[in-house]
């Protein structure tokens, strides 16, 4: 089965700290991951996808098959990163997301 | 980029009758639209994947005769509550993928409110 784990419901940091936001999976195959953000009041919009190996917002996130984890990491936290962070996974071809149950994270002045 | 788009925002309606929320996508034809359900300080959980022109796919325990969805056209699916009751209570948000890429693009959501 599909599963998505992210252990944190909440994070606090300080502005210009670094963060790490966890994420562990369980799927039998070769999966994709994403991390979605949702900021206040706004809709889910896609953060970054491992296959794109890219860096957005300073955020970045590496696959780590043998820990089955895709932690999103970023070296210098900003205010503006206080959002609803979800990890999802998808898999077989499929289209359909899996999603984690979301950290919240909250960056303080 | 792609946008998806959700209508009504929200709605209040009484035990017993049944409410339609469409889901758009205003810039690209979407193959795939999923229908997903997020209670308060949860998580989303897929409801259904509709695809156009075709059923939807329902996921286990989701009553596919209470959440009745139509994917009628490439830029249009929606969803009926029929026989609304107080536990349908929820944010309903619906994504749509322009397929092959595994990106989704979400909607605002509908907020549903049974009295």
């Known amino acids: 089965a599909q599963r998505v784990t992210q252990p944190e419901k909440l994070l606090s940091v300080f502005k210009g700290a670094p963060v790490e936001l966890k994420c562990n999976y369980s799927y039998s195959g070769s999966p994709e991951l994403f991390w979605y953000v949702q900021y206040s009041r706004q809709r889910l919009q896609l953060l970054l996808r491992?296959?794109s190996r890219e860096s957005i917002k300073g955020f970045t996130a590496d696959l780590n098959k043998g820990e089955t984890s895709f932690h999103l990491k970023k070296p210098f936290a900003q205010e503006e990163d206080s959002a609803m962070y979800y990890c999802?996974?998808?898999?077989?071809?499929?289209?359909?997301?899996?999603f984690g149950k979301g950290t919240k994270l909250t960056v303080n002045p | 980029g792609a946008v998806v788009s959700q209508h009504p925002s929200w709605v209040i309606c009484k035990s017993g009758t049944s409410v339609k929320i469409e889901c758009r996508s205003l810039d690209f034809q979407a193959t795939t639209m999923f229908w997903y359900r997020q209670f308060p300080k949860q998580s989303l959980m897929l409801m259904a994947t509709s695809n156009e022109g075709s059923k939807a796919t329902y996921e286990q325990g989701v009553e596919k005769d209470k959440f009745l969805i139509n994917h009628a056209s490439l830029t249009l699916s929606t969803l009926t509550v029929t026989s609304a009751h107080p536990e349908d209570s929820s944010f309903y948000i619906c994504?749509?993928?322009?397929?092959?890429?595994?990106?989704?693009?979400f909607g605002p959501g509908t907020r549903l409110t049974v009295t």
């Open positions: 994504s749509a993928g322009s397929g092959g890429a595994y990106e989704q693009y």
């Open positions: 491992h296959i």
């Open positions: 999802a996974l998808s898999g077989g071809g499929s289209e359909k997301l899996v």
